[in-house]
């Protein structure tokens, strides 16, 4: 599923289901039905499925954060 199926698709408030790609200091990435979100200040490891809350989609810039579901 590309960027534009996914934000067309999904609403701030859904759960998603997702694998921890990336891990930094900052916090990690997870990828979700093919796009990549930010999940701020979570540090699950890489490779862990994770479900998450959407709750911000940037249409413009192409992103999506996440909180823990």
Request: one cysteine or more.
């Amino acid at each position: 599923m590309g960027w534009q199926e996914f934000a067309a698709r999904h609403r701030v408030g859904d759960v998603v289901d997702g694998v921890v790609t990336q891990r930094l200091p900052f916090g990690s990435f997870v990828e979700a039905e093919g796009c990549t979100g930010l999940a701020p200040q979570r540090s699950w490891p890489v490779g862990t499925r994770v479900r998450a809350r959407i709750v911000e989609i940037d249409s413009v810039k192409q992103r999506f954060s996440l909180a823990a579901a």
